[in-house]
């Protein structure tokens, strides 16, 4: 039978809404969302055109014993911005991507999922489940040289999405295999090393929890300062340079920004969270970062190399290398068409098949 779900999916993959998706095809909106919600069948005609349009095969309409994420295993660090229709598509992206991933797990031999989970409500509770995730990663207590290496060695793919990155700040989803995807439209690199530690900290402290409420979010945030700045070595750094007197260092807060990988606004929020500043002091430091330019973009940034993802790329490599299939090969298995991953993986254009997928 016709599966309406799939059609649904693949309409917010595209970020169409349902008049939209009405009106390529000629139709009404009812008409679609009775398709969506099996309350009637597409003629073959149809069937055929709704493929053209969502860059599917007909067959992917037809697919049987499908499972889809729920809710709690989505964790969205919402853009304020974004409008619901542009968190609708990248959750149906992250939908598919799990998929893929899936897929290539199944295929090749990857790192071995090590994500501990820890119950932490209170602000010392998550100092210690950040203390923890560190020494069970082996991580010490400096600064982290490479966010991306550490959640992808603990067997996470990391990604983003063209097209739509800037929709949300981050996400990561629950999966037998933890998934983060991350805003690649932001300048500032230790900005996008904070998301990385925030759905971190959201995959450790919050499975089976829907989050994105004000509760999570902070408990998140504070896990993401803890775990990029351990409170007892960072506190004597800041202690150090990061103050002249009552006053702060600009000089200091810059050595201890590129010394951490975190951002000025980061460490000046951490000092606050350690009691190492007072609430006054904190006010006039970020003023400060504003009337310097420096509130969203600080000065160093332009210098500072952004972390790549790489775990997600090897995959699709080794899958070409070692079992012969490309990128072309897995559009087929999954009855899409190349340009509908080319959104989610690097699709090269189409060459000689190297191998045939049989599902």
């Not at 994420?69 to 939908?95: I, P, Y």
């Not at 069970?136 to 990391?158: D, K």
Request: aromatic share 8%; net charge positive.
């Amino acid at each position: 039978m016709f599966n309406g779900h799939e059609l649904r999916l693949a309409r917010q993959y595209h970020g169409y809404t349902l008049a939209d998706l009405a009106s390529s095809l000629e139709k009404s909106r009812q008409y679609v969302h009775q398709l969506e919600t099996g309350r009637t069948e597409p003629t073959p005609q149809t069937t055929a055109s709704l493929a053209s349009i969502l860059q599917v095969m007909p067959d992917f309409f037809y697919t049987a014993g499908q499972t889809y994420l729920s809710d709690e295993q989505f964790h969205f660090r919402k853009n304020m911005t974004s409008k619901v229709a542009q968190r609708q598509t990248v959750k149906a992206r992250g939908e598919f991507f799990e998929r893929l991933v899936k897929f290539i797990d199944q295929t090749l031999c990857l790192p071995e999922v090590d994500f501990p989970t820890y119950e932490a409500e209170t602000p010392n509770d998550i100092e210690k489940a950040a203390e923890q995730a560190r020494s069970h990663w082996a991580l010490g207590t400096g600064p982290i040289s490479n966010m991306v290496r550490v959640v992808e060695n603990a067997g996470a793919v990391v990604t983003s999405f063209s097209g739509v990155s800037n929709a949300v700040d981050a996400l990561s989803i629950t999966a037998k295999r933890p998934i983060i995807i991350r805003n690649d439209a932001k300048q500032s690199p230790y900005r996008l090393r904070f998301d990385l530690a925030h759905e971190t900290g959201h995959l450790l402290l919050h499975e089976g929890q829907v989050t994105g409420d004000r509760a999570t979010e902070s408990q998140a945030n504070r896990f993401a300062s803890a775990f990029l700045m351990p409170r007892a070595t960072f506190s004597k750094d800041f202690l150090l340079c990061g103050k002249s007197g009552t006053r702060i260092s600009w000089q200091g807060l810059s050595e201890i920004k590129l010394k951490w990988k975190v951002t000025k606004a980061a460490v000046l929020y951490r000092a606050k969270d350690l009691s190492l500043i007072d609430d006054k002091q904190y006010l006039s430091a970020v003023i400060g970062l504003k009337k310097r330019g420096e509130g969203i973009v600080e000065s160093e940034d332009p210098t500072i190399e952004k972390e790549t993802f790489e775990l997600i790329n090897n995959a699709m490599a080794g899958l070409n290398q070692y079992c012969r299939i490309t990128a072309h090969d897995v559009a087929r298995l999954f009855c899409v068409k190349p340009e509908f991953l080319s959104v989610l993986i690097d699709v090269p254009k189409a060459t000689t098949r190297l191998a045939v997928v049989r599902t």
